[in-house]
């Protein structure tokens, strides 16, 4: 049976009780269990594969320099693994909220579980709960505020905070409390851009840590705003010019936002994706033609795509990942678009291809977006010929998802890149969570 929509109790109760109301009435099956764990899985091979990066050296001699012989407290844990989880930019991502929940909300809990003790079972049903939150608000902020603020970092604090409050069993007016306090914290600005500095693993990072340390002080009586959202002075009204409230209790009954979560299989903006999945059947339709032969490439996106990754010239491995005119070269030119792609020679080989790439903004994607992240690639070439490819979604997107074999290839992937020995054990010990298996050790990988 269906849920009933989230109808308010009463006059006075305020978006952030409707949240919490409306997550911890939704029923939990099996199959949902067994996501959640996939999606764990995902997170926790980004992470340790994102050690492996200049940015995650970075990280981990910080934390080596600040480490004690004292086991490390949840919430700065779950600072290093939401940063970490977020470098290499395989991570997912909610299309509807423009979040990746996966790299806020399984460090925030499974640094707490850790601690905690808890049961596969429940580690998973906090990070359902937790992704539902900041999705659910997401969904809430409108499409004005991705232009200046990163929605992960503002809406993130939402999703750890209630994935925590679910670990720690707070009641349902402390877990307002705990929303409070995340959404006070809300940061995230996009400036970071300009330079290709490292500051959006620092927003992962932050949005993780600043809603455990919420929920934790919850269960200790701190009081947060119950209108966070909504109030004259709270978040919508501060950073979200188009705010749609309505979004954030409606469809009650829909399935999980996690599984309606994207996965990426390529390491770069998820914004990119579609173009290169376009252009990836593309390059089976060059035949003898070569690079040379090509005049131009026209890419259809929708704006946000523009705004965050219109670069055509990138350089360095982070300003490709955020390039539509690298990725769709790359894309046409690589057998693999994979990490190699956006390293030097990489970049090189793509360099000249990519300044004959022109995006725009184009029907049907621009309208579609965010409901649908599409594409269109139209390589023309000296003799006047074309051809094109189109996607309304990418691979990856729940209309086109990765099996789970897919899922389980990435991960081994990631984990070898990672330096992690023993990926199998790994894999079949988070895979087992969704069974009742117990939450495997990190600490000797």
């Known amino acids: 049976m269906k849920n009933a929509p989230p109808a308010p109790k009463n006059a006075d109760e305020t978006l952030t009780q409707g949240l919490v109301r409306l997550i911890r009435a939704k029923p939990l099956t099996a199959s949902d269990y067994e996501a959640a ?20 050296k970075v990280l981990l001699d910080w934390w080596q320099a600040r480490a004690t012989n004292e086991t490390p407290e949840p919430s700065r844990l779950a600072f290093l693994m939401g940063a970490l989880c977020h470098i290499l930019e395989t991570d997912d991502l909610h299309r509807a909220s423009v979040v990746h929940p996966g790299c806020v909300v399984i460090p925030a ?121 909504e109030g004259e002075k709270g978040f919508f ?59 131009r490439i026209d890419v259809g996106v929708y704006q946000a795509a523009l705004d965050v990754c219109d670069r055509p010239v990138s350089a360095s491995e982070y300003e490709a990942k955020f390039s539509l005119q690298h990725t769709v070269a790359a894309a046409l030119l690589m057998p693999l678009v994979d990490f190699s792609a956006f390293g030097d020679k990489g970049r090189a080989e793509a360099a000249s291809l990519a300044l004959r790439v022109h995006p725009s903004a184009k029907e049907p994607y621009r309208s579609a977006y965010p409901r649908n992240w599409g594409s269109s690639v139209r390589v023309e070439f000296n003799d006047g010929s074309a051809i094109e490819a189109t996607r309304t979604n990418a691979k990856g997107d729940p209309e086109a998802p990765l099996s789970h074999n897919d899922m389980v290839a990435k991960a081994h992937m990631l984990l070898k890149y990672g330096g992690v020995n023993d990926a199998g054990r790994l894999i079949d010990g988070i895979l087992g969570m969704a069974q009742g298996g117990e939450v495997p050790d990190l600490s000797l990988l």
């Open 37 to 56: 764990a996939l999606f764990t899985l995902d997170a926790v091979a980004n992470i340790l594969a994102g050690r492996n990066s200049g940015p995650g």
């Open 109 to 229: 809990v499974w640094a707490l579980g850790v601690k905690q003790r808890v049961g596969g079972k429940a580690l998973l049903k906090a990070v359902l709960h937790g992704f539902e939150a900041t999705t659910r608000v997401g969904m809430g902020v409108g499409p004005a505020h991705y232009r200046i603020w990163h929605n992960t970092a503002t809406c993130g604090p939402y999703g750890s905070a209630m994935g925590a409050a679910e670990l720690l069993g707070l009641d349902d007016a402390q877990t307002v409390h705990a929303l409070g306090n995340a959404g006070s914290q809300s940061a995230g600005l996009w400036q970071f851009l300009e330079t290709g500095a490292m500051t959006k693993h620092l927003h992962a990072g932050h949005a993780a840590e600043a809603g455990l340390k919420a929920a934790d002080l919850a269960a200790f009586g701190f009081t947060g705003p119950p209108k966070i959202l």
């Open 237 to 295: 009204k501060a950073a979200c010019p188009d705010a749609q409230p309505d979004n954030v209790l409606a469809d009650a009954d829909a399935p999980w936002q996690l599984v309606t979560t994207s996965i990426k299989p390529w390491p770069s903006c998820r914004h990119t994706h579609p173009a290169i999945d376009a252009a990836e059947e593309l390059r089976g339709q060059l035949g003898t033609r070569g690079e040379a032969d090509i005049a």
